[in-house]
């Protein structure tokens, strides 16, 4: 089981994203018949000189959204790079490892 299609605002990898926030999503692949994601967590970070700076951790969220999961972490700074990365836990218990990671490159952001 696996996380892939990994988008930001309906893109793979969005480069000068302008949008506030932004929105994510993702698909499930894996061969267990019948599983069915329980729960989801998403982590969205930003490289600085002492290392992966968490803007923003979902936390463990009850439910089986996986498109258009809202950002509501602090304002995003236009022109930086981000990454985000989530993980599900599925029935039984399976999952919950770190399933993927992608890229998001703001623009000019428009705030409110």
């Given at each position: 089981?696996?996380?892939?299609?990994?988008?930001?605002n309906t893109?793979a990898d969005?480069?000068?994203?302008?949008?506030?926030?932004?929105?994510?999503g993702?698909e499930?692949?894996?061969?267990?018949?019948?599983l069915?994601?329980e729960?989801?967590?998403?982590?969205v970070?930003?490289?600085?000189?002492?290392?992966?700076?968490?803007?923003?951790?979902s936390?463990?969220?009850?439910?089986?959204?996986s498109?258009n999961?809202?950002?509501?972490g602090?304002?995003?700074e236009?022109?930086t790079?981000?990454?985000w990365r989530?993980?599900?836990?599925?029935?039984?218990?399976a999952g919950?490892?770190?399933k993927g990671?992608?890229g998001v490159d703001?623009?000019?952001?428009q705030?409110?």
């Amino acid at each position: 089981m696996k996380l892939t299609n990994l988008t930001c605002n309906t893109w793979a990898d969005p480069i000068n994203l302008d949008d506030a926030p932004p929105v994510f999503g993702w698909e499930i692949s894996g061969t267990e018949a019948g599983l069915e994601q329980e729960s989801w967590q998403i982590r969205v970070v930003r490289e600085c000189h002492s290392g992966a700076e968490i803007l923003w951790d979902s936390e463990q969220v009850p439910g089986t959204d996986s498109q258009n999961i809202p950002y509501v972490g602090p304002v995003l700074e236009s022109n930086t790079l981000y990454h985000w990365r989530g993980r599900i836990l599925m029935a039984r218990g399976a999952g919950w490892e770190w399933k993927g990671t992608a890229g998001v490159d703001t623009g000019v952001v428009q705030t409110e």
